[in-house]
């Protein structure tokens, strides 16, 4: 049931990302007020240890808008008890019927070390994860609100526990194909919500230069690369230009839309854009100028 409604209430829109640092409260209720404004259907954040908290922030964007879903892309389950990560999401969902959506994650393993944790295998990890979020549930409010509960996967394993185990799954900065091996392994009855990275620039070179300056080719041994490789991808190809341009979505307003549609061609029921920029309000500029495209396709 609680598919169908997702479904329902993201049908015909798009979705936008901020994933830029911590910057002040303000900032980051006039952004969100912004892409609300301009049309999308849900905002997903991510989250850093001992950064910006997802249940916080989530509380501060949802409280900033009036009809937007709200998402956490990823709520990571290092920084949280199972029982407080159903906790949060409960009383988010209470507060805010039919605008949130919890998507939980196991990051990875260079992040949790910084963090001064042990890493630990993530598929036992999240399946016993949920185990205990599942045995908290009854501590939630009464009567409870029903929310979406998604994963972040990427390889097939994690994909299967998102289909048994949440109601769908949410990639990212992964190519097409992966879309439609992940709508595969999910079946037809499961949300796939997939993020694509994009950068609003005409020229290759200037685009790719951006996406190798932000860090995000540089993950040896990450759920990413893991993923890549699985879809038959080797050490030549994972900092190449080809699958740059397969993976981060570049050009004009017109090439953003396209490579969002080859996503829902590809099985997705939702996608969501995430521009690489450097701070919430130029992010605000981008997502603005892409909407009109984004949202005409």
Known sequence: MVVEETRRQLSGSVGAGLM??????????????????????????????GGRESFAQMGVLLAATERIMVGSGVANV?????????????????AYPGRLALCAGVSMGSMVEQAGLRWERPLQKMRDYLDRMDESADMAPRPPVPFPR??????????????????GALPAAMPVEHTRRAREILGPDKL????????????????RGIVRASGLLDLPGSPYDRALRGLGYGDDDLKSDPLIDLRFAWGDEKA?????????????????????APDLRSTADLLERLAPALMAR
């Open 192 to 207: 796939l919500v997939v993020m694509q990275l994009a950068i609003p620039e005409t020229d290759p070179a200037t685009a």
């Open 256 to 276: 953003i839309a396209d490579r969002m549609q080859e996503h829902r061609g590809a099985g997705a029921d939702h996608v969501a854009v995430s521009v690489l």
């Open 78 to 94: 290092w920084a949280r008890h199972p029982a407080a990560m159903q906790g949060g999401a409960a009383v988010l969902a209470d």
């Open 150 to 167: 998604l994963l972040g996967a990427l390889g097939p394993k994690m994909l299967e526990l998102a289909r048994d185990r949440a109601d």
């Open 20 to 49: 830029v640092p911590v910057a002040p409260a303000a900032e980051w209720r006039e952004t969100v007020r912004r892409v609300e404004d301009a049309g999308y259907g849900s905002v997903w954040i991510n989250e850093a240890i």
